[in-house]
């Protein structure tokens, strides 16, 4: 019998057999600066570490992870590289916007633009605004001002769901000059 083609394992009276499952490849665990470096460059450029681990030469995620934890320097390397991911995100939302969708042209001559494709830009532009935010808050998240006053200064908001905090520094503001 080939290789390829095994005979599946036989089921006990009224069970169904157990479906053979590969066993993965053996993935290295050494943690070296050479595979810390590629991983890093790739998250930097953008790659989710999902699919830069899905290579065969690359640790498994879970590794990655302990050796976030037990190398300092590979934990400031991928910090690093995580945060530049930000910056790669929003190079990308400004390549994806000036794609020009195709143009499809109908039967009677009318030209119009593949609408499924302007989705799928839109969904792609707003993964990457949302993982550039959390990424990188200070600088894409959303801005969140509150208003008050503080040491004779008065700060503005500009979100609306600051009111009750605003409440709060009023209450505060009165029981000081009341004490």
Do not use: S
């Not at 590629?38 to 290579?55: K, M, N, Q, S, Y």
């Not at 990424?135 to 894409?140: A, D, I």
């Not at 908001?157 to 520094?169: H, P, R, S, W, Y």
């Amino acid at each position: 019998m080939p290789e390829t083609a095994k005979k599946p394992a036989k089921a006990a009276k009224g069970k169904p057999a157990a479906p053979q499952i590969p066993r993965p490849a053996h993935r290295p665990v050494e943690y070296t600066e050479d595979i810390a470096d590629e991983i890093c460059w790739r998250i930097t450029h953008g790659e989710p570490l999902v699919r830069i681990c899905a290579d065969q030469h690359l640790p498994h995620v879970a590794t990655i992870y302990r050796w976030l934890i037990r190398f300092p320097l590979f934990c400031d390397m991928y910090t690093r590289a995580r945060e530049e991911q930000a910056d790669t995100n929003a190079d990308e939302i400004l390549a994806i916007a000036d794609e020009m969708p195709p143009e499809y042209t109908d039967d009677k001559g009318r030209t119009t633009l593949d609408h499924t494709y302007i989705a799928w830009q839109k969904q792609r532009i707003e993964a990457r605004k949302w993982t550039a935010a959390k990424l990188k808050p200070r600088k894409y998240g959303e801005r969140v001002a509150l208003e008050g006053v503080e040491d004779g200064a008065a700060i503005k908001t500009e979100d609306m769901n600051a009111n009750k905090f605003l409440d709060v520094i009023k209450n505060m503001e009165m029981n000081k000059r009341a004490g």
